[in-house]
């Protein structure tokens, strides 16, 4: 079945520094995709690219970028804003600074429904009222017309996720949808994509650093590291068996619940690499307690079994 | 609500008694001796006595003070000692010419600046943004009667496109209207300008983008609201600015206005004049405070209350 979105060899400079190095992956019809990664790891510029929302400084190249088939690269500004919240929707991290101040929130639900679907005003308003409505905001009407800082920071998220659905696309992204909320309005907020998920055939690219969320929602995981992907499986399979020396850091740096208590958190020493001093070899080296002299060298993605991806010469090694 | 508007109309009261007890102090604390002017150099002492006490200048200046104030609230604000005309006939008459100089700078002022700030905004760097910022500061810097007298004398005496002088129909007000609008124009354009870069890198921005939106629309409709906030503060003020500039104006253009008027008041050492058009001046940039205030409020929802 052809994926939904195909991002093939994708880079993002700044400068001579990359900061998404040959990055590649698939969104299937349906599927979740969780892009995962601390701060800086880039995968809010992999996110972006697929829209050209890139910083003006960001130099953009890929092999491929396609939806649907149809090969976004080669589309023209006009072209690709009929893809901007038509074909693809997207969800930022903090609804208060994402929602213009100025202009009720049902204005900018409404705004992509009178231009994408050439709705006048009165449909457009009803048709946002709907939206609010499906994305669980209580008394949608009279909300449509308050203002972002007149909504509480769960109905906000909820807004924006509505504004983002409005014109029904195939493809959401979402950019840490979660991280700006508290631990409730989190799991609400889970649980609304959940449901739009089912409802709609959703698909999602799910960008976070928070591996609880991604467990909840995604189906399958890429695990970015200075640019570039070093692991990449399906949920499952990552959290039972992690291959990559910097997942297993990240997953054991999970603080557990059941843990013993007074236990020092575990941490991974160092820091991520400055993009315009890349080591040679494996980027994760300087930081990893395994490394060897043949991580000296450059290490390939390969896959190790089926539909688990990992870029480390060792994987095998490691047992659970 | 109302009690807002009551506030700010008791502190627009408030600065208009402590503007006329300044004006009146200053008025009287300069050592020309306005009898001498009206009088003229060759009366006798006996009539600059009756002319004094005609006129109520030997009064001692409390009393000449409250006698004043009690007289403007009900809408006297005496006679002219130069004319004997009311001052407040000579003021409403000349009211509407610098109304509709002031106007005029003002759109020059906003419709030119506005546009401009937003293209620099988004053209950061580019020649246009470069240029309009040694502009700005040109226009900053160059005096108003300077500038005034420079474009009479262009276009106006030597290439005959404008009035000269005089206010004779709409076109009479062109040349003044840009000599007032030109100094806030390059002021104003670097204003919106920054406001805007700090406007563009927001995440709404990009969140406007990502919907789909064209990008006029991203930067009039989303962009430019919030980033004329700031813009709003200032204006209200600037009005004060705008009449300071007026009075330049009025004279160089030789506009029937309240500059020109009360510039002559001043020359003439017409106290009564004085106080009357300086006062209106006040309250005409209370009034335009009041009217700033109430529109931002408009513009902006997050403000709420007082």
Not at chain 1, 60 to 81: C, D, F, N, P, Y
Not at chain 1, 94 to 110: C, F, S
Not at chain 2, 137 to 165: C, D, H, I, K, N
């Amino acid at each position: 079945m052809q994926p939904l979105l195909d991002i093939r060899n994708l880079s993002v400079r700044f400068g001579a520094a990359p900061a998404v190095d040959g990055v590649s992956f698939t969104v299937a019809e349906g599927e979740t995709l969780a892009l995962v990664g601390e701060s800086g790891c880039g995968k809010t510029l992999t996110a972006l690219s697929v829209l050209r929302l890139t910083p003006p400084a960001a130099v953009v190249e890929a092999e491929s970028i396609a939806l649907h088939r149809r090969e976004l690269t080669r589309l023209s500004e006009r072209e690709m804003r009929q893809v901007r919240g038509k074909e693809v929707g997207v969800v930022f991290q903090d609804p208060l600074t994402a929602l213009n101040p100025v202009w009720p929130v049902g204005e900018q639900v409404a705004e992509g429904l009178r231009l994408h679907e050439g709705l006048g005003r009165r449909a457009a308003w009803e048709r946002t009222v709907e939206a609010l409505r499906e994305v669980g905001i209580a008394d949608p009407r009279r909300r449509a017309s308050e203002y972002p800082h007149q909504l509480s920071g769960g109905m906000r998220q909820r807004a924006m996720i509505a504004a983002a659905l409005a014109c029904r696309p195939p493809l959401l992204i979402a950019d840490e949808p979660t991280t700006a909320l508290d631990v409730t309005l989190q799991a609400q907020i889970i649980d609304l994509l959940l449901r739009l998920r089912e409802e709609r055939r959703l698909s999602i690219l799910l960008i976070t650093h928070d591996l609880g969320v991604v467990a909840e929602l995604a189906h399958r995981v890429a695990v970015l590291y200075a640019g570039q992907v070093v692991e990449s499986a399906g949920v499952a399979a990552l959290f039972r068996r992690p291959l990559h020396p910097y997942t297993r850091a990240l997953l054991s740096a999970v603080p557990r619940v059941d843990g013993q208590a007074g236990r020092r958190l575990a941490t991974i020493e160092g820091a991520v690499p400055d993009p315009t001093r890349y080591p040679s070899g494996c980027r994760f080296a300087p930081r990893c307690p395994h490394a060897l002299e043949p991580c000296r060298e450059p290490q390939e993605l390969r896959e190790w079994e089926a539909g688990h991806w990992v870029r480390c010469g060792r994987a095998g090694e490691w047992t659970t | 609500m109302i009690v807002r508007l009551l506030r700010r109309l008791l502190w627009a009261a408030l600065t208009l008694l402590g503007t006329s007890l300044i004006v009146f102090l200053i008025a009287h604390a300069v050592p020309a001796d306005p009898i001498k002017a009206f009088a003229g150099p060759h009366a006798d002492k006996a009539t600059q006595e009756a002319l004094r006490r005609e006129l109520h200048l030997d009064d001692p200046l409390a009393t000449q003070y409250l006698r004043f104030l009690g007289n403007a609230l009900r809408g006297d604000l005496g006679r002219s000692n130069v004319t004997r005309e009311p001052v407040i006939e000579a003021i409403l008459a000349r009211f509407p010419a610098t109304l509709a100089l002031s106007l005029g700078g003002l759109l020059i002022w906003l419709v030119v600046s506005i546009p401009l700030g937003v293209l620099t905004a988004k053209h950061r760097d580019k020649p246009i943004d470069r240029v309009t910022l040694v502009l700005a500061t040109v226009t900053v810097s160059v005096p108003t009667f300077w500038l005034g007298r420079m474009l009479q004398f262009e276009l106006a005496y030597r290439l005959g496109w404008f009035p000269v002088a005089g206010l004779f129909s709409w076109t009479s007000l062109i040349l003044p209207s840009v000599t007032l609008g030109i100094v806030g124009v390059g002021y104003y354009a670097r204003l919106v300008h920054s406001n805007m870069l700090d406007v563009l890198n927001q995440d709404y921005i990009r969140a406007a983008r990502a919907r789909g939106l064209s990008e006029p629309v991203v930067l009039f409709k989303h962009g430019l609201r919030n980033a004329c906030l700031p813009v709003l503060t200032v204006l209200g003020m600037d009005m004060a600015g705008l009449l300071g500039g007026v009075v330049f104006t009025e004279s160089v253009f030789a506009l029937p206005g309240l500059g020109a008027l009360s510039l002559q008041a001043v020359l003439n050492l017409d106290v009564p004049m004085i106080m009357g058009t300086v006062l209106f001046a006040a309250l005409l940039v209370v009034t335009a405070n009041l009217v700033v205030d109430c529109v931002y409020r408009l513009v902006d929802p997050r403000i709420k209350g007082a």
